[in-house]
């Protein structure tokens, strides 16, 4: 409380003032003043966000339109546009075709092609030959449509021949055609032995050239 006569202040249950000595009595009807109750200020209200200014000379980046962009599709995969129908019947065609140009490659190849209308294919008389010949007059040489090659001894060939040109059947020997050019391949327990010639097919002739030998052949009827 406060000295009502020098004002000093004092404790509450003091009963003379400390610095004058006046008795100490608060009035019956005095009370302690009202305290004021704290009331927090109200928030401010919210501010719009305003878009800074850009830098000076730069064009600001116009706001983007939700309707200019496609929607996605779900889960992140793109749309697909639906398959396309097969054509079948040009898939058949396509095939077929290339059967046929795989047989008609197999023929010129085993056949010979040009020079005669039978080709390579066939038997072939031994009717000549120039230089160092591995082939006898009169030998027939068997061109078979399987890529195979034998021999056979004519009428009349001595049995010591004969043992000859079955020991060239054992050697299993096979033939391949390309261009005008024909390679023989003679196999006898895995080794091989290849011979590449030349040859000429004119009619029923056929000319093979193995360097400077030269074997004339015609055709066997």
Do not use: H
């Amino acid at each position: 409380m406060y000295c009502t006569n020098c004002g000093a202040p004092n404790t509450d249950d003091a009963a003379f003032c400390t610095t004058c000595g006046t008795a100490l009595t608060p009035p019956a009807n005095e009370q302690a003043p009202p305290v004021e109750q704290f009331q927090a200020a109200p928030p401010p209200p919210p501010q719009a966000y305003a878009q800074p200014a850009p830098p000076e000379g730069q064009v600001p980046y116009p706001p983007q339109d939700p309707a200019a962009y496609p929607p996605q599709a779900p889960y992140g995969y793109p749309p697909q546009a639906p398959p396309k129908k097969k054509n079948k019947g040009l898939m058949i065609g396509i095939i077929a075709g290339a059967a046929v140009l795989v047989v008609a490659l197999v023929l010129i190849l085993v056949l010979g092609g040009g020079g005669g209308s039978k080709g390579v294919a066939g038997k072939w008389t031994v009717v000549d030959t120039e230089g160092w010949s591995d082939y006898e007059e009169g030998l027939i040489l068997n061109f078979k449509s399987n890529g195979q090659l034998t021999y056979e001894a004519p009428a009349g060939t001595p049995d010591d021949m004969k043992a000859i040109y079955d020991f060239m059947n054992l050697l299993k020997t096979s033939y391949k055609v390309s261009g005008d050019t024909i390679v023989l391949t003679a196999e006898f327990f895995g080794e091989k032995d290849v011979t590449e010639m030349r040859f000429s097919l004119e009619g029923d002739q056929l000319t093979l050239y193995d360097g400077s030998d030269v074997t004339v052949l015609r055709r066997a009827k």
